[in-house]
């Protein structure tokens, strides 16, 4: 039976730790994504930040479905131990706090110029989950506009090609949409096999804008049948970007995280066999 697990950006609430936190569990929310707090990316924060993050966690009664990390929102042009040393962060705040998973990206390189610069991508792909695996964790590629991995098909030959049970695909419908791609037509085909994570938000295929789910063309109640079918098991997290996205990462606020919760749950009540954590 599909297992669905609730999970969310927090800062897209709040700075705060402890607002993100308050919020997601009085509506009935237990894990968090972390990507940043108190004004502070989650590889920066250090370890007295750390310790409160666990702190809080701990008072909540939560836990991490993933480290949120920038790791591959990077110019392809960069050093390759740039992200290197940023893997090395991402995991050892993954192991201080308890989760496996840190989502990475493919690098954003000049327009036009995939082909150029896919061998470049593709080896940097395949020394991250090296080192990733190494350490015992797992990356999940999260699909993103003007990175290598933006188009259905590129995601794929990432993952087909670095081959590594260390990097998976972390589904994000909305962010095709806003490539003007059809994720349940276009994408999931492609990329089904390989996705173990999901983020949760909709958008609008005629101007790109984010919608809570369900209220965009990112048929959102069509992957959530899908999953269920696949018997998935893992997290769907929100990642609404109702008031603001850009590309570092998005806002939307206390009543927008909640907006985004409760129209998600209006969808799984309609999907049958799956339990909802």
Known sequence: MAEFTLSAFGDE????????????????VHYLELR???GRNVLDLDAAQLGRVAAGLRAHGCALSAIGSPI??????QPREFEWERLDRAIRVGQALGTRLIR???????????DTYRHEVLERMALLAERAQRAGMALVHENERAIYGDLPARCRDILVKVNSPALTAAFDPANFVVDKVRPMVEAWP??????????????????????????????????LRELAARNYRGFLTLEPHLKMSGPYGGLSGED????????????LADVPGVTVK
Do not use: C, N
Request: no cysteine; net charge negative.
């Open 13 to 28: 609430i709040d700075d705060d730790l402890d607002k993100q936190l308050s919020v997601l569990v009085s509506e009935d």
């Open 36 to 38: 940043g707090a108190w």
């Open 72 to 77: 591959g929102k990077s110019d392809i042009g």
């Open 104 to 114: 990475v990206f493919s690098f954003y390189i000049p327009k036009g110029e995939a």
């Open 190 to 223: 492609l990329l089904a096999e390989f996705t173990t994570h999901v983020h949760i938000k909709d958008a609008m295929l005629a101007d790109g804008t984010i919608r809570p789910a369900g209220q965009g063309d990112g048929d959102i109640a069509g992957l």
């Open 256 to 267: 927008g995280m909640r907006t985004a919760i409760r129209a998600l749950r209006g969808l």
